[in-house]
């Protein structure tokens, strides 16, 4: 059963750059695509974006201006970067193991708020 | 962009009595590789959303038979044939034909 463990600050400030790390366990990431979600509180979903194992990505093109997805298949992580956040960035953000065509597994998900 | 709506957004059930979610789309999801990519998640209170139903009808693993999914185009549903006091929570369909969209969310509580 692979598992996903997201890890990174819960506290970012206006204008800077928010930084997630997913640990994948229990399976190689090297297989798959890997996809960032996230929720602001007590509202609904947003696809951020996905990277397959080899590199190529996909981004949600509200956001593509401002997001990188990137992989470390040598750490079994994969991670996510948004630039320039405000306080519309706050929420839950989730990583999750992707069919490529819908989510199989998700981590637990942490929350990031943005404030000064 | 897709957009997704659902419908109801609220549904109060009773113990044992079907529910169903109705989830519409602007566009036809049929991807020009003649699949659907409708999926049906569901997320209880504080937990992460799991997968339940894949292109429009399949069952996810241990996904309980209670569950269907139906629809074709820009019409779907959800249906649970008895409900269960663990089916409560928020259910999402999402679109992955063109990129990925959700609905809003149906919310299903007990009466």
């Known amino acids: 059963q692979v598992q996903l463990q997201e890890s990174g600050p819960g506290l970012v400030k206006p204008s800077e750059t928010l930084s997630l790390t997913c640990t994948v366990s229990g399976g190689s990431i090297s297989s798959y695509y890997w996809s960032w979600i996230r929720q602001p509180p007590g509202k609904g979903l947003e696809w951020i974006g996905y990277i397959y194992y080899s590199g190529s990505t996909n981004y949600n093109p509200s956001l593509k201006s401002r997001v990188t997805i990137s992989v470390d298949t040598s750490k079994n992580q994969f991670s996510l970067k948004l630039s320039s956040v405000t306080a519309a960035d706050t929420a839950v953000y989730y990583c999750?193991?992707?069919?490529?065509?819908?989510?199989?597994?998700w981590g637990q998900g942490t929350l990031v708020t943005v404030s000064s | 962009d897709i957009v997704m709506t659902q419908t109801p957004l609220s549904s109060p059930v009773t113990l044992g009595q079907p529910a169903s979610i109705s989830c519409r789309s602007s566009?036809?999801?049929?991807?020009?590789?003649?699949?659907?990519?409708l999926s049906w998640l569901q997320q209880r209170p504080g937990q992460p959303p799991r997968l339940l139903i894949y292109k429009i009808s399949n069952r996810f693993s241990g996904v309980p038979d209670r569950f269907s999914g139906s629809g074709a185009g820009t019409d779907f549903t959800l249906k649970i044939s008895r409900v269960e006091a663990e089916d409560v929570g928020v259910y999402y369909c999402m679109q992955a034909t063109q990129f990925r969209t959700f609905g809003q969310g149906t919310k299903v509580e007990i009466k």
């Open positions: 999750a193991r992707d069919h490529g065509d819908y989510p199989l597994d």
């Open positions: 566009q036809s999801l049929v991807h020009s590789d003649g699949n659907t990519y």
